[in-house]
């Protein structure tokens, strides 16, 4: 256990912890979690790993962008709010990650010494998929982190990183508080579109109907 490895822990528990409360520091605590670990994976001799965390930088950077720069319709600043992934945005980012996923494992075989080459494919294009959501703040993103930890916990200790697989069992109850979170201020948000709906008389018709109505309110 370095100190670096231990630097990564703790950076990576804040850095979701923040995310679970909507706090746009969670971003530049991510990228210096992302650095500690190319560190980490480099001197681990896991050069696939080590270089998909500089995509996950790429992607900080991106969703840091996007919490910091969301306008209104009159052009003044407004904090993104969470909504659920809009069906248009299901159909091409599933077959997107499947394909991704399909790429990186090809890429980690060829190029990499990765001696799980699938499931580092499969896990990374889920964590990709997860940051996409993350930085759009969508709901769902939650679960896809937590399909992806689950997977990553049993996957650091065969790779002999066993404080990493123990910071994903931590990121685990973290994701599942923050979607508990995000639910809990979703909710809150519907209903005040229902009151407001109500109040115009045009009431949504259902909950797809007002997550549409949400995502237009939102300048999706």
């Not at 980490?40 to 996007?66: C, M, N």
């Not at 306008?71 to 945005?89: D, L, Q």
């Amino acid at each position: 256990m370095s100190l670096i490895e231990i630097l990564g822990f703790l950076t990576g528990v804040v850095n979701v912890w923040l995310l679970a409360r909507q706090n746009i520091w969670n971003w530049p605590v991510g990228l210096a979690n992302n650095a500690f670990y190319v560190a980490v994976f480099l001197s681990a001799g896991l050069y696939g790993d080590a270089g998909l965390q500089l995509v996950y930088i790429t992607l900080g950077i991106y969703g840091w962008w996007i919490w910091s720069h969301h306008r209104s319709n009159e052009g003044s600043r407004r904090e993104v709010s969470v909504t659920r992934i809009p069906r248009k945005t299901w159909i091409w980012l599933t077959p997107a990650t499947i394909v991704a996923a399909f790429a990186l494992a090809l890429f980690l075989r060829r190029f990499t010494d990765s001696t799980v080459p699938s499931w580092d494919g499969f896990t990374t294009a889920l964590s990709l998929a997860a940051i996409y959501g993350q930085a759009k703040k969508y709901l769902e993103s939650w679960w896809i982190w937590i399909a992806a930890d689950v997977i990553y916990i049993p996957l650091y200790i065969y790779k002999h990183l066993r404080l990493t697989s123990g910071l994903y069992f931590v990121f685990l109850l973290l994701c599942v508080m923050g979607l508990r979170e995000w639910s809990k201020a979703l909710r809150a948000r519907e209903g005040r579109f229902k009151k407001y709906a109500g109040a115009l008389g045009t009431f949504p018709g259902g909950k797809q109907d007002i997550d549409e109505w949400m995502h237009e309110m939102r300048d999706e």
